[in-house]
């Protein structure tokens, strides 16, 4: 089935609908439309499509990472998600629809869906779609409002046969976002600023880009201007904005788009165009420039849910999770994880032996399986492993756990709780116990104090980029900006930073000045693995002898590994040394430069869809592969401040998922911010020592060499004196 058919199902849904705990199911897929065919002369009287198909004002996801795909899913025994949805007035009244499906181990008698909006409870339901996606639908009460809301779905699923941790990630349901939200009539759609801009988050997730129309192309400085205005309802997002001539034929559906007119006045308004589309008008004087600030007044007042901020932990202070507004920590969950995000400041660095602390309060139930863990993580590290089986209470006497403080790092930093519990038995379905594990809200964390030093880092320009800062590296590339333009906000006394956006067609204007970064290497990352193949290889050095030993399917002089057997003694001894020192070369690499390793090593085991360089401080590069969107990058970096898992270091990649990885070149040194006292003289020569290795080694020979020369002079003038 068609899944275009969705918004004539949800046309009849558009009625006000009774309360009720199970909402009413549509299968989307395996219908068939019943409307009957007009008549051959009654062609030239059919109303068009954009008059007749409802239109989805979207939701949006709330996650740090960008959404790949319209699929979204919780997973887990647990699970719970927050989503954008920007309605107009004219939603008042209407139905929120979900395409959903659940997987076939969800047991429906014991689960449930709940879905709330603002806080609100507007309907539940049971998870009993297996197959094809269904449309649930549920009434918007008094719960909506026209602006942005804020939809939460919590999911409490229970396995059919299985129990334990394994089991609870065969337990999801999916949401398909592109087919969620509000259905609203189209010819209901007015034209105010909400309309206006539920209409741009409908054009921004059908999957084609927001136009802006123009005879003309104005100025950098213009269309940098129209771009933020465009975006400021939409705080870490991006919209796919694009430039288009008005006379340019669009196949598919538009919602919304711009329109630059010259006229005999500056003004902005919204329209309605001749496709159905709300269209918003900017006009201005012929050979005169656009004003977009009149843009900014048009929207500025729509109301908007702020953007997410990051609780503030002062170093030397100790906090509780209570402080950061975390409540107790309860679940009855096999497997368990909670993410708590806290910003440090950017000038605290931390690279020596210092130890920061977590002062656990936390309980778990008796008689839990053997096996059963509660893993304490730092940025993804696990720094104490706590047995759930043994030794059970309510709550557990306080224990304190000591980590590395250079587990920590400048900006954003997480701190997870992660349990994992067996199931008893296994092959059945879980009992229902209450909760297994819990951690107290008087939990809490000390940061050491640090002397205020900072490292080169991507992060710390990024959260300086303001739509100022982003820059196309050829004047061809301009609209490819434009999703970056929109994404990033003012920076009260942000630093001067400069972005620039780069396809792989501009690779000869990009500053490779990494040591082992070559065109080469960074097209093999960024082209799909089926074009990388067809990148000519580098000339091969001379091949191996005839009884080298290849693995199979290697091709000739890759992956050749050293003959067994050598006719020369020699040639043997040196074989061997070298399968012998080569581990302890590689280690002493590692000692006196620690980090990443190369950068050719770590690229070789990467690919992704975009890359950003940092070559300097205050200068970054964004390189585009063919398979990255504009407006998903612009995203992923617009989230990366208020995000651990954000780019870091001189090179990042983002990967397919949406995920990060980062480089950090080995044995850059830090720079101190303030001056150097006794109170601060250890920390920064721990931090400059740990950053260079070989610094601290070459100043200890160098006391060494000092020492012995004054007690061989010593010796020598005294020994002098005694033979007289």
């Not at 001749?274 to 201005?284: I, M, N, Q, S």
């Not at 602390?357 to 008796?366: E, K, L, N, T, W």
Request: proline share 11%; hydrophobic share 45%; charged share 20%.
């Amino acid at each position: 089935m068609d899944m275009r058919l969705l918004p004539l199902l949800l046309l009849g849904a558009l009625a006000p609908m009774a309360a009720a705990q199970d909402a009413p199911m549509i299968v989307i897929e395996g219908l068939t439309s019943e409307e009957p065919k007009a008549a051959p002369d009654a062609a030239a009287e059919a109303t068009p499509a954009a008059e007749v198909a409802p239109w989805i004002i979207p939701m949006r996801s709330l996650a740090e990472t960008t959404q790949v795909g319209p699929l979204f899913r919780l997973q887990g025994q647990q699970a719970r998600a927050a989503f954008r949805l920007f309605l107009p007035a004219e939603a008042a009244g209407g139905t929120l629809t979900l395409a959903q499906r659940s997987s076939i181990n969800v047991l429906p008698e014991s689960s449930q869906v709940i879905v709330r909006m603002n806080d609100q409870e507007i309907g539940r339901f049971t998870p009993r779609q297996f197959g094809p996606l269904g449309a649930i639908t549920m009434p918007l009460g008094d719960a909506v409002r026209a602006g942005d809301n804020l939809v939460t779905i919590e999911a409490q699923h229970r396995h059919r046969i299985y129990c334990g941790a394994d089991a609870e990630f065969d337990l999801w349901t999916e949401v398909d976002l592109s087919q969620s939200g509000v259905a609203l009539p189209a010819a209901a759609v007015g034209t105010e600023p909400t309309s206006f801009i539920a209409a741009l988050t409908a054009q921004a997730e059908s999957g084609q880009p927001i136009e802006i129309r123009t005879a003309t192309p104005p100025d950098e400085a213009t269309l940098r201007a129209l771009a933020q205005a465009l975006g400021r309802p939409f705080p870490d997002e991006a919209l796919p904005l694009a430039l288009s001539k008005p006379w340019q034929a669009k196949a598919g559906h538009t919602y919304a788009r711009v329109t630059l007119l010259p006229s005999d006045v500056d003004r902005a308004t919204i329209r309605r165009g001749g496709d159905g589309a709300v269209v918003l008008v900017l006009e201005h004087l012929p050979g005169g420039t656009p004003k977009a600030s009149l843009v900014a007044d048009l929207l500025g007042e729509s109301r908007t849910l702020p953007p997410p901020t990051l609780p503030q932990i002062p170093p030397g202070r100790v906090v509780t999770l209570g402080d950061m507004g975390v409540d107790t920590i309860l679940t009855d969950n096999r497997y368990f994880n909670r993410d708590i995000d806290f910003q440090l400041p950017d000038d605290w660095l931390l690279l020596a032996s210092q130890k920061a602390r977590i002062g656990i309060d936390y309980g778990f139930a008796g008689g839990l399986p053997e096996g059963a863990l509660l893993l304490v993580k730092v940025n993804g590290t696990t720094v104490r492993m706590l047995p759930l089986d043994r030794g059970a209470a309510a709550v557990k006497p306080r224990l304190d756990i000591g980590f590395p403080a250079r587990l920590l790092h400048p900006g954003p930093n997480r701190l997870s709780f992660e349990s994992v519990i067996p199931g008893n038995p296994p092959d059945q379905p879980c009992p229902v116990a209450g909760d297994l594990m819990q951690v107290l809200s008087s939990t809490d964390l000390e940061v050491p104090p640090s002397p205020r030093m900072q490292m080169a880092d991507m992060a710390r320009d990024l959260a300086q980029v303001t739509p100022a800062s982003v820059h196309a590296a050829t004047p061809d590339g301009l609209a490819r900006t434009l999703p970056f333009m929109s994404a990033f906000r003012e920076v009260p006394g942000a630093a001067p930073v400069r972005l620039t956006v780069a396809g792989l067609h501009d690779i000869a204007a990009v500053p490779l000045n990494e040591e082992g970064l070559t065109p080469r290497l960074l097209a093999l990352t960024l082209l799909p693995s089926t074009v990388s193949r067809l990148v000519e290889r580098p000339t091969a050095p001379a091949g191996p002898p005839a009884n080298a030993l290849a693995p199979l399917g290697a091709a000739p002089g890759e992956g050749v590994m050293p003959p067994l057997v050598e006719s020369n003694w020699s040639d043997r001894a040196q074989t061997f040394m070298e399968a012998t020192l080569q581990p302890v070369i590689q280690a002493v690499r590692r000692m006196l430069r620690p980090g990443d390793g190369t950068l050719a090593e770590w690229l070789a085991t990467r690919k992704g869809t975009a890359m950003v360089l940092a070559p300097e401080p205050g200068k970054l590069w964004v390189i585009l592969g063919p398979e990255a969107e504009p407006a998903r990058v612009a995203e992923a970096l617009a989230l990366a401040p208020r995000s651990p898992g954000g780019p870091r270091g001189q090179v990042a990649v983002l990967g397919a998922d949406g995920r990060w990885s980062s480089w950090s070149k080995p044995g850059l040194l830090p720079e101190l911010r303030e001056p150097v006292s006794l109170d601060n003289v250890r920390s920064v020569v721990g931090n400059v020592a740990s950053a260079r290795p070989p610094l601290l080694l070459g100043g200890m020979l160098g006391l060494a060499w000092i020492s012995a020369a004054i007690a061989v002079g010593f010796v020598l003038r005294t020994r002098g004196k005694g033979l007289k």
